[in-house]
């Protein structure tokens, strides 16, 4: 993102926004409407040049240290330990 801008600071503020909604809210929202926002988010990242990614909420804070215990098994077991499509946090 731009240094300094007042559009990076309220790009911030909606990245920062979305990603709460996706992992704060688990019981909260459905896969569905975490769709919605993932996509809407996308879509302003990637029109503003700002895309960097993102990785499951699930897999950095338990299924990483779960595949590695398991030996690293590969796909398709190793979906397993990545979790739920849009439980995501963007970079």
């Known amino acids: 993102m731009a240094k300094n801008s007042k559009k ?3 790009l911030k503020t909606i990245l920062d ?3 709460r909604q996706l992992h704060h809210s688990n019981d909260k ?3 569905v409407e975490k769709a919605v926002l ?3 988010l996308e879509t302003i990242l990637f029109d503003t040049k700002n895309y960097n990614g993102y990785n499951n909420t699930y897999w ?4 990483f240290n779960l595949w590695l215990e398991d030996g690293k098994p590969d796909f398709p077991k190793k979906t ?3 979790g739920k499509e ?4 963007y970079y």
């Open 38 to 40: 993932c996509t809407t």
């Open 86 to 89: 849009y439980d995501r946090v």
């Open 80 to 82: 397993e330990y990545i």
């Open 29 to 31: 929202l459905t896969q």
């Open 60 to 63: 950095l804070e338990t299924g």
């Open 17 to 19: 926004g979305i990603n």
């Open 8 to 10: 990076t600071s309220v």
